[in-house]
Nanobody, 123 residues
Framework: QVQLVESGGGLVQAGGSLRLSCAAS????????MGWFRQAPGKEREFVAA????????YYVDSVKGRFTISRDNAKNTVYLQMNSLKPEDTAVYYC????????????????WGQGTQVTVSS
């Protein structure tokens, strides 16, 4: 069993930065790949980024490459999403997810989800 709690969302002007954190608890955290997804009203949940168990491999959706960075600190049971050069199109509820069973980019593959944190980017 894994429990995830996101924090760090808020309102920011375009071009600004935010760092999201996902505090995790559970026996298997250190061996679990982690992902970040986002969902805007009326839109499908979208893959944003993922990182493997060691932090050595990362994946990003094309729209955030060069702007967002996913990282993890297993000693602190925390996964981060550093978001720079934010754009209005980044506005969404951001969710962290753990323990994908299949494709790391597929939301339905993950067994555990946080409650989400709102990110709003104004023009």
């Amino acid at each position: 069993q894994v429990q995830l709690v996101e924090s760090g969302g808020g309102l920011v002007q375009a071009g600004g930065s935010l760092r999201l954190s996902c505090a995790a608890s559970g026996r298997t955290f250190g061996s679990s790949a982690m992902g970040w997804f986002r969902q805007a009203p009326g839109k499908e949940r979208e893959f944003v980024a993922a990182v493997n168990w060691s932090g050595g491999n990362t994946y990003y959706v094309d729209s955030v490459k060069g702007r967002f960075t996913i990282s993890r600190d297993n000693a602190k049971n925390t996964v981060y999403l550093q978001m720079n050069s934010l754009k209005p199109e980044d506005t969404a509820v951001y969710y962290c997810a753990a323990d994908p069973r299949r494709d790391w980019r597929e939301a339905g593959s993950y067994n555990y989800w946080g409650q989400g944190t709102q990110v709003t980017v104004s023009s």
